[in-house]
């Protein structure tokens, strides 16, 4: 039976360790109030639940929690001089603009309107960059957040074979970048695999660390999973079940019950990688804030 990775114990200490240590910087500096800036644009369930998780977490840690909900009638001139503003106001340090965006949005075009210095999701494609230098600033959060994750979890990467399945922009490409950096985090051999990728069974079963983040319903099977590997499910799927006063459930893209039985360690959905998200993004809000105030550790 494989150990169960509890994200959600993982991301609270972390969590904890990004308050006290605002509340530390501000003994000796009384104006120092780290802004985190939220824009949503539209009505979408599963973004608005983000938004609001973001904000309660951002307040519980000492930082002030700004949210912006604009009509899915925003155009994109309306979002980009948004955005223009938000970048360039003094209070803010972190911005985050909710993905996905209204299909009459262009995405990229929004990402870089943000100032580099407060692109805490490290879409910009200036931080991206830096990734592939090696020199990361921002590390998209979830991304930042599976790393943090096998590293709190005493899961050794360097030299290992780690498959990652989904080239996402957000999640795939980003994870790859930072898995193959020279650091004792990573050193990883990194293979990823996507919707083109023909005998992925073939591939997924030769992972010493399989990462999962296609966003489809039990995508990863037991017969797709090497014994004794490591699991991290990054999916998120909604599934109807009338037993719940919601109506539905979350469930990842790995088949959870029959893969623990041959993993040798994975993590749950929810529970799992979803914490870290939040928590790595107050962390990448901290350093911005940090680096506006001249405050090093």
């Known amino acids: 039976m494989?150990?169960?990775?509890?994200?959600?114990?993982?991301?609270?200490?972390?969590?904890?360790?990004?308050a006290e240590e605002i509340n530390l910087i501000k003994k000796t500096n009384s104006g120092f109030v780290p802004g985190l800036a939220a824009v949503l644009v539209g009505e979408d369930?599963?973004?608005?639940?983000?938004?609001?998780?973001?904000?309660?977490?951002?307040?519980?840690?000492?930082?002030?929690?700004?949210?912006?909900?604009?009509?899915?009638?925003?155009?994109?001139k309306e979002l980009e001089e948004y955005v223009r503003k938000l970048s360039e106001d003094v209070k803010i340090d972190g911005i985050l603009v909710q993905l996905p965006l209204p299909a009459h949005i262009d995405q990229e075009k929004i990402i870089n309107v943000i100032n580099p210095d407060k692109d805490v999701d490290g879409l910009h494609?200036?931080?991206?960059?830096?990734?592939?230098?090696?020199?990361?600033?921002f590390v998209p959060a979830t991304p930042a957040g599976v790393q943090y994750i096998l590293s709190e979890s005493g899961i050794e990467v360097v030299?290992?074979?780690?498959?990652?399945?989904?080239?996402?922009?957000?999640?795939?490409?980003?994870?790859?970048?930072?898995?193959?950096?020279?650091?004792?985090?990573?050193?990883?051999?990194?293979?990823?695999?996507?919707?083109?990728?023909?005998?992925?069974?073939?591939?997924?079963?030769?992972?010493d660390v399989l990462i999962v983040a296609v966003g489809q319903q039990n995508f990863i099977k037991a017969d797709m999973?090497?014994?004794?590997?490591?699991?991290?499910d990054v999916g998120t799927n909604r599934i109807q079940d009338a037993t719940?006063?919601?109506?539905?459930?979350?469930?990842?893209?790995?088949?959870?019950?029959?893969?623990?039985?041959?993993?040798?360690?994975?993590?749950?959905?929810?529970?799992?990688?979803?914490?870290?998200?939040?928590?790595?993004?107050?962390?990448?809000?901290?350093?911005?804030?940090?680096?506006?105030?001249l405050v090093f550790d």
Not at 45 to 64: D, H, L, W
Not at 125 to 137: D, S
């Open 125 to 137: 494609p200036y931080n991206v960059g830096l990734l592939v230098k090696g020199q990361p600033r």
């Open 45 to 76: 369930p599963a973004s608005k639940v983000y938004v609001r998780n973001k904000k309660k977490s951002a307040t519980s840690v000492g930082m002030e929690a700004l949210d912006y909900y604009l009509p899915e009638s925003t155009t994109q």
């Open 244 to 293: 719940r006063k919601s109506g539905y459930r979350l469930v990842g893209d790995v088949d959870f019950e029959n893969v623990k039985k041959i993993a040798s360690a994975i993590t749950p959905v929810p529970g799992g990688v979803g914490p870290m998200t939040i928590a790595m993004l107050l962390k990448n809000t901290l350093e911005s804030a940090k680096r506006k105030n």
């Open 225 to 232: 999973v090497k014994k004794g590997a490591v699991i991290i």
């Open 159 to 207: 030299g290992k074979h780690v498959v990652i399945c989904g080239r996402s922009e957000i999640v795939g490409k980003p994870l790859g970048l930072l898995l193959i950096q020279r650091n004792k985090n990573a050193n990883a051999t990194v293979t990823m695999c996507h919707s083109r990728t023909e005998n992925i069974r073939n591939i997924t079963k030769q992972a």
């Open 2 to 18: 494989s150990t169960i990775i509890d994200g959600k114990a993982i991301a609270d200490k972390l969590t904890k360790s990004v």
